[in-house]
Every structure is written in C-alpha cells, then in structure tokens.
C-alpha cells in the first residue's frame, strides 16, 4: 500500500472519454482506479498503458447504479492506493429515441446509470474522499443543445448538475471541490456509431471552432478541475463544447 501517491477513481474508464481522462490523470502523477462494467480488456489494455509508462493503475469491475459496487470500488481503491483523492464520475450510457417511442425500460436504465449511478458515486464520495479531494461528474452539452431524441439522456444529466452544485454546498469545511463537465459532440464510438456522416459532418461544423471535440479536450479539462489550478472552481458546470452553445 502507497499512502503518499495520490489516487483517483475513474468510472467508465475503460474507452472513450473515460479511458483518455485515466491516462490524463496517470500522466499527472495519479494512481488511477480504472473501473468498467463488463469491458476487462479494454480496461486492462488502459491499466496496462499507465504501468508500462510507470505509472499506477489497477482495475475493478462494477456497475455503478449498485451502491454495493460502488462501495466495493472504494475498497478496492483505498486496499491499493490507501485513500481516493478524485473522484470522475464518468460511467454513462446514451440510447436515443423520441420521447413518444422511449420504453420504460429506456427511461430505467438511463436513470439508473446515468442519475443513481452519479448519485451512488457522490455519496460514496463525500463519505470516503480525503480533505482537499476532488469529485467532477461528467454532463453533456445536450443539456443546453436539447436535441430530439436526447430526452431520457438530457433529462438525467440536467439533474447530474443540480446534485453537483448541492454537493458542493454539502462539503462545506473540508475544502473539496465538486464540478461537472459537460462536453459537446465528442468524436468517441458512443457519439458516433449509428449516425450518417452528413450528420456527423454537420455537428462537426457547428462550433466556431469547427471540428468535433476529442475525449483527449475532455480529459484535459478534467485534469485542471482535478489539479491544483482548479482548486478556487466549485459547484460549476464547464461546458467544454467549442463553443456550440
């Protein structure tokens, strides 16, 4: 066990924007708890990138809409690394339909990973996190955007961003910090499989800045949140978006 190291626990960071803020933080000088919910190999490929470059990083598996889980990963986090520092509440899904062909079992199971599975994660968090710690929870730009078919998704990270700005509150006196951020269209597998290219083209042209956003833009924003510079932004949401809304 390593009580000096700083450690942080990254939900969903087997791939996409979750697996570039695992490698961000490790470039950082964190241990990372890398946890996934049924993707060993790509979450054993990322721990396995951040101890090749000498860094530290352990997988745990778990769903996070189950507290038992959650609770485990901080287990398994604190057995390794001797604390949790930074929390990323990362873990999502994202299934689209209008709002009249949504299935109750489509509202169900974004509720319970997107919303229950932040909120496990924060009250997890608040309890375990060391003074001086950091949680950033992950919205999206859709909340603002609204576009159809987003209804379910939209709808459970405009809460995501009220339970961060409350929690902020509630951690009064012991100088953690609580963020979100909200990214806009992100060229990951989640963003774009399914979509034609004209409408991934189209996206893409929108900010003024006129590409797609990387998970690697994501991360970054991420690491200030989590490091030393980030320390006077509590209770906000950053929309990192290129500026299309």
């Known amino acids: 066990m390593d009580t000096e190291i700083r450690t942080a626990i990254v939900t969903g960071g087997s791939r996409g924007i979750g697996r570039s803020i695992a490698l961000r933080l490790a470039a950082e000088g964190f241990a990372v708890v890398i946890n996934y919910a049924s993707n060993n190999e790509d979450a054993a490929k990322t721990a396995g990138e951040i101890n090749a470059k000498g860094g530290k990083a352990i997988t745990v598996q778990g769903n996070v809409a189950l507290p038992d889980d959650v609770k485990r990963l901080f287990d398994e986090a ?10 990323v509440n990362n873990g999502g899904i994202m299934k689209l339909a209008t709002l009249a062909n949504s299935t109750d079992a489509l509202f169900d199971e974004h509720v319970a990973i997107n919303l229950k599975g932040t909120f496990n994660g924060l009250r997890e968090g608040i309890k375990r996190l060391k003074d001086n710690g950091r949680i950033i929870n992950l919205s999206s730009s859709i909340v603002a955007l609204r576009f159809e078919q987003y209804g379910i998704y939209a709808a459970t990270k405009a809460a995501v961003e009220t339970l961060t700005a409350i929690a902020a509150k509630e951690l ?8 979100a951020v909200a990214p806009g269209p992100t060229g990951t597998d989640l963003f774009l499989n399914g979509k034609p290219a004209e409408v991934i083209e189209r996206l893409a042209k929108a900010p003024p800045l006129e590409r ?11 690491a200030f949140l989590a490091g030393p510079d980030g320390a006077w932004v509590n209770g906000q949401t ?7 809304i």
């Not at 604190?78 to 929390?87: I, R, W």
């Not at 950053?238 to 299309?244: D, H, S």
């Open 78 to 87: 604190e057995k390794a690394f001797g604390g949790v520092d930074v929390l």
């Open 238 to 244: 950053i929309r990192a978006n290129g500026g299309v």
């Open 172 to 179: 009064r006196g012991r100088s953690i910090t609580v963020n």
């Open 212 to 222: 797609l956003g990387t998970p690697e833009d994501i991360a970054a924003v991420v």
